[in-house]
């Protein structure tokens, strides 16, 4: 039921106000849904109820799991005085941004613009028709240095909106002029024959990450420091296929992988990664849990492995992480019906109270407690647990910060089960159940790949059963679009965005490529189909095809496109990946140019910040390394099987992959991948490999050892 909350003078008893957020499904607004805010959903009716009552609307902006958005709700959204004032003079509107990352974008650009700054909870003030005029994040209930209270906030806001109206409807539209002005820097044009992608573009991106890597703990910049995947998958890449850059790309690489994987960012009990870290050294995480971030990091220390590793992060320690991130993902998001939740929140309530990351603490006494005084004393010290909690005095996480010794290794392995049984009791953070397409794409592409780099077949059964889910739930085959969201295995929302078209198609070609059944390759080339037709208009891309008029309105009434990685990578990186990735598979001429006028974005990037182009710089690595096409061909049987596993454990940039169906060991026919057609066993009917760079094959081979030299010939020839 609504919450109308008693009759008293100073609230607006404008008739339809009330707080509707109870029936909506996402657990976002439903956090907000007892609070005695008049919350209403992003919509075109709350901005006509703010049209009507000539008021302006407050937009806050935030997500489930996020720490700081809980706070500001308990002290400002929950209070009865502070929602009395702010119901009078505005219109609020709640947005869980995960569902509407249109209306985070445009927004964040917006409070950047205003206030400097970024991140959730977001607080926006907006005109009637969506143009923003004031902004900022976080605002505490009592002044602070450099921070006004929000009753501050809203007390100016509502005055200088009766005062000077005119001033403010003037600003708003130049803040409008301006970001529609910045949009024309990242236009990209996709008909046009593309700019030649310079190699060195690429080297240089290499040695300017280089300048801002913390060579100590890993990973770049200082705190608070996130888990670098994209720019990591670039560096990966790199180091297979470039000479000049290989040694640093690899070093880099390799330090923040150990750095994350040995410290408090990854749960060194259960598995998975935190959404970032407090300190610059890892050792104080962030805890809320997300399903992108750890859907990334599974294939980046997938890809680890596959490169062979190094000294500084073996190989068999990259595994054993890409297995525990798996496993927690699973265990932890997995939904009946095989899509996989948002994410875990960073709070754990605990006598109604929430206290952050308090599921994951330990202190000496709580190890005692658990395993005994001599193992409690020894895993207290080789995991960084002390008198004084890191974090609270609820204490510290659980993190070695550095490899551990063969015996240190044994005694965790002995006692992790025990420990992890014990937290196990404890009350757990709360779970967004909500299934974001996008996200469960990069799932797709993480589980296939790792299951076949680690031999763990239940990994690329799991990403099937996610594959069908988006299949099922999510898309709609008769009209082409792919919905955003679902709830309880309903699609509802908006139409998905570009990320969520190119992630999903990314997913399935890999997922394709893992397992050769046509069903994956043919959904993602419709995927790929369906992301043209919605997203490219006049000869541009765009990151969302107009769900909102207000959003459409704030960014000055263009269309926008985003070339920056975030959490993700860009819409339009991803989707210049997976076209790269079609253009392979198919022969599309048309599609590889769209893929070259996408990266027409990197020279500025490159160089100036790369760490913000990292998928469109593993693209780039990809399309100079060809990317190389390779058909597997012939009959089922241990060696095609051999050459198979081959290719899915090359490091080769973007290879691609496809292999015959047990059923269609015979020359294909029409209804055959492209890359497959008049592909066939050798003249003894055993099954052989055909390698193709830029147009040109070589000889099939049907060895492992050919495969092998050839993709290093072929590869290195980048």
Known sequence: MPVQGPADPRRNNWPGAANVLGAEPSAYLRQHADNPVFWRPFGDEAFAFAAARDVPVFLSIGYAACHWCHVMAHESFEDQETADYLNAHFVPIKVDREERPDVDSV???????????????????????????????????????????????????????????????????????????????????????????????????VKILARSEDPDAGGFGGAPKFPPSAVLEFLIRNAAAAPETADAARDMAARALAGMARSALCDQLDGGFARY????????????????????????????????????????????????????????????????????????????????????????????????????????RMMNVGAHGTVSELGSPLHPGRPLSASESRLWHRVRPSVLAARDLRNQPARDEKVVAGWNGLAIAGLAEAGAVLGRPDLVAAAGKVAAYLENVHWNAEDGLLVRVSHDSKARGIGGLLEDYAFCAEGLFSLYAVTGTKRWYRLAEQLIQAAEAHFVEDGHLADSAGESGQVFNAQGQRAALDPFDNATPSGAAGFAGALLTYSAYSGSHAHRLMAGNILGLLPPLATRAPRVAGWLLATAQAALAGPVEAAVAGPGSRLRQELHE?????????????????????????????????????PDGSPQVYLCRDMVCERPVGTVAEVHSMLARMTSGA
């Open 107 to 205: 927004y964040m650009a917006a409070t950047q613009a205003i206030s400097g700054e970024g991140g959730w909870p977001m607080s926006v003030f907006l005109t009637p028709d969506g143009l923003a005029f004031h902004a900022g994040t976080y605002f505490p209930p009592a002044p602070m240095p450099g921070r006004p209270s929000f009753r501050n906030v809203l007390e100016a806001v509502h005055e200088a909106w009766i005062e000077r109206r005119e001033a403010v409807e003037q600003n708003a539209r130049g803040l409008a002029a301006n970001m529609a002005n910045a949009q024309l820097s990242s236009a990209v044009r996709l008909d046009g024959p593309p700019e030649e992608l310079d190699a060195r573009l690429l080297s240089d991106a």
């Open 277 to 380: 870290s407090v300190t610059a050294d890892w050792s104080v995480p962030h805890f809320e849990k997300m399903l992108y971030d750890n859907a990334q990091l599974l294939r980046v220390y997938a890809h680890w492995v596959r490169l062979g590793g190094n000294e500084v992060f073996p190989p068999e320690e990259a595994a054993e992480t890409a297995s525990m991130c798996a496993d927690w993902m699973l265990a932890s998001l997995g939904l009946p019906g095989g899509g996989l939740a948002s994410s875990l929140d960073a709070d754990t309530v605990v006598d109604g109270v929430h206290h952050e990351g308090a599921a994951y603490l330990w202190t000496p006494g709580a190890l005692r407690e658990v395993l005994g005084p001599d193992d409690a004393a020894a895993v207290a």
């Open 646 to 682: 081959a290719l899915l454990k090359s490091a080769s940039p973007g290879l691609v992959v496809a292999v015959q169906e047990d059923d269609a060991a015979s020359p294909a026919g029409d209804g055959e991948v492209p890359l497959l057609v008049h592909r066939a066993g050798g």
